[in-house]
Every structure is written in C-alpha cells, then in structure tokens.
C-alpha cells in the first residue's frame, strides 16, 4: 500500500522509554476501543518472526554491530507492515502498535546512525501513523519502574542512553507525534490518551 490511499482503519503508535507503560495503556485502550465498536489488532516491535525473533534475543545473546542490527530492524519491519499493519488497515482495523520506526530513529540514532536518514528508510516503505502517543516519564521513574535503581555502573549507563533516547523523541516535532505526560496513575494517564485522540480528531467527542 502507497501509505494512505487505501487506509480505512487507523494506526495508533505507542512509544517511550522503557517502563513508560506503552503495555499497560495499549491493553486498556484496545478494551476501550472495542467497547466502542471497533475491531482492534495489537502488535510490537521488534516482532517474534524470524528477523525480530534474533533482535530480542541479541539482548541476551550480545548485541549486533549497528549495520547488522538496522538491517535487522528493517526486514523485521517490512514484514512486519506486509503481513499484518497494511493488510489490517486497508480491511479497515485499528492497529495499536508497541514501538514501530519512531523507536529506531531514537535507539539506532544514539548508536550513532543519522535520524533523518533512519526516517527516510522506514517512511519508503511503512506507513506513517495517524498518531504516535509519545509516553513520557522522567529517566528516574524509567529506572524505578523497571527496577534498575540503585543498580550502580549498569544503572549509570541506562541513565545515560534513556535520557538520549528521551531527547531524540522530543526533538520529533510533527502533527501526528503527541506527548503524553506518563508520569501519573494509570487511570489518569488513560484519561490522558482518551482526550488527545478526541483532540486530534481521531476519537469523537465523548
Ligand atoms: P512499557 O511497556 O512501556 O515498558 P509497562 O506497561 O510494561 O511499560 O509498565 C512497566 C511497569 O510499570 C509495569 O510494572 C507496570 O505495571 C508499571 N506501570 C505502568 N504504568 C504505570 C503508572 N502509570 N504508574 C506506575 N506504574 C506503572
Ligand atoms: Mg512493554
């Protein structure tokens, strides 16, 4: 699909540093959704096909050198956007998506891969998002949520690269990239979400 031309569904994007609570959201606002009428497919990236499946596991297993991994990022992609993200939205589907090519510009970007050009290549072939919920918590709470605090050196170093990667998704000024103070209990931050997308036009008014 050439983007938007046969879009009928919608492309709801969710991202943020780890711990921002792109899972915990992505769920409550499919049951939202749904309640609402709507058919909803949930997805993440990196994916578990075959290209996803050796990204998530280079966690573990040592991370690839930055050409292997973009082009890892890329085929996962791809397939990605082939098989469900284009199919679901040309049958009209809202797909929420955990990370998709806003995640690459900021964690290759850091590895020292050019953004603009990280954009260029995913924007030839995946759809743009109707909107991108940027989960925004501070560094500090990141680290409190997924338990690192107090970790020492290895702590110091996620610090670091979550404050870069917080950075790169600030400076992402577009329409559709929303910024979603994340940083508050969870039925707040529900609320949050419900009324940007009212705002954006994406949901009606309630
Ligand atoms: P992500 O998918 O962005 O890494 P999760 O949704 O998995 O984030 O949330 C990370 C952790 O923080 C989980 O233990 C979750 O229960 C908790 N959590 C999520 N949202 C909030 C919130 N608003 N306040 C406090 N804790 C939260
Ligand atoms: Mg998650």
Redesign the pocket.
């Not at 711990?19 to 915990?24: C, L």
């Given at each position: 699909m050439s983007f938007t031309e046969n879009r009928k569904g919608k492309l709801i994007v969710f991202e943020?540093i780890?711990?921002?609570?792109?899972?915990?959201?992505i769920q409550l606002l499919k049951e939202k959704l749904e309640k609402l009428g709507k058919h909803v497919i949930t997805s993440f990236e990196p994916t578990s096909g075959k290209w996803g499946s050796l990204l998530r596991a280079s966690g573990s297993t040592g991370r690839y050198s930055l050409e292997e991994e973009a082009e890892l990022f890329l085929k996962d992609r791809r397939e990605h956007v082939d098989t469900l993200i284009v199919p679901a939205l040309e049958r009209g589907d809202w797909v929420l998506l955990?990370r998709y090519y806003i995640s690459m510009m900021a964690y290759q970007g850091i590895r020292g891969m050019n953004i603009k050009q990280i954009r260029e290549l995913n924007e030839k072939f995946a759809p743009v998002p109707d909107v991108v919920l940027w989960?925004d918590i501070p560094v500090k709470e990141s680290l409190n949520?997924?338990g690192m605090r107090g970790l020492g050196v290895n702590s110091f170093e996620k610090e670091e690269s979550l404050r870069q990667c917080r950075a790169i998704f600030e400076s992402i000024c577009e329409p559709w990239m929303v910024r979603i103070d994340?940083d508050?209990?969870?039925d707040l931050?529900v609320q949050r979400i419900v009324r940007s997308l009212v705002e954006h036009g994406i949901l009606p008014e309630e």
């Open positions: 943020g780890d711990g921002a609570g792109k899972s915990t959201q955990d989960l949520r997924i994340a508050a209990v969870i931050v």
